[in-house]
T-cell receptor
């Protein structure tokens, strides 16, 4: 299967600061990246879809100015949580779109805002 | 909008018994239905999937059935073992003409506990 690397795996930050999460597809090129968020004991919810070289498409209820997505290359996409608050504490997972049927996921990033 | 409902939210079975989890989806254009097992703090792992042109698929102790007319699909685990304990998610997606999956709409999850 495809190799997807997501960093950091865990991060604790102070309220009001920004956090950047990186997602790399190591052995294939991903023109599209999906970003999901999962609150404790809840399902994975799609936040946004990004395409390399263009602006991301955000799902309803997701603030585009708060969750900045950059997809500058076919192997790297980043999600920046700006001015993080405790309610942003969650598990963030990237999923690059490959060429096959199976979806691949990064390891996930556990964000805790204190 | 797109929606996937999943039941039950929790399921407790005795080791060796069968477990069944059911999902319904709203988007009739969905044509790909994967099932994931997720352990705490880990990424989802694909355990089985089915395309809309197939009614049933089996892989050892795991099987999935799909009723496209009714827009529901089910996961069946037979001879359950304690290591099957985890959260299971169904999902619905749309495969493009190249066969690549699009965004996944996940169900709400089922916490399966297999009692030894």
């Amino acid at each position: 299967g495809a190799v997807v690397s997501q960093h950091p795996s865990r991060v604790i930050c102070k309220s009001g600061t920004s956090v950047k999460i990186e997602c790399r597809s190591l052995d294939f090129q991903a023109t599209t990246m999906f970003w999901y968020r999962q609150f404790p004991k809840q399902s994975l919810m799609l936040m946004a879809t990004s395409n390399e070289g263009s602006k991301a498409t955000y799902e309803q209820g997701v603030e585009k100015d708060k969750f900045l997505i950059n997809h500058a290359s076919l192997t790297l996409s980043t999600l920046t949580v700006t001015s993080a608050h405790p309610e942003d504490s969650s598990f963030y997972i990237c999923s690059p779109l490959g060429t096959g049927t199976e979806a691949f996921f990064g390891q996930g990033t556990r964000l805790t805002v204190v | 909008g797109e929606n996937v409902e999943q039941h039950p939210s929790t399921l407790s079975v005795q080791e060796g018994d069968s477990a069944v989890i059911k999902c319904t989806y709203s988007d009739s254009a969905s044509n790909y239905f994967p099932w994931y097992k997720q352990e705490l703090g880990k990424r989802p792992q694909l355990i089985i999937d089915i395309r809309s042109n197939v009614g049933e698929k089996k892989d050892q102790r795991i099987a999935v059935t799909l009723n496209k007319t009714a827009k529901h699909f089910s996961l069946h685990i037979t001879e359950t073992q304690p290591e099957d304990s985890a959260v299971y998610f169904c999902a619905a997606s749309f495969l493009n003409y190249g066969g690549a999956t699009n965004k996944l709409i996940f169900g709400t999850g089922t916490l399966l506990a297999v009692q030894p």
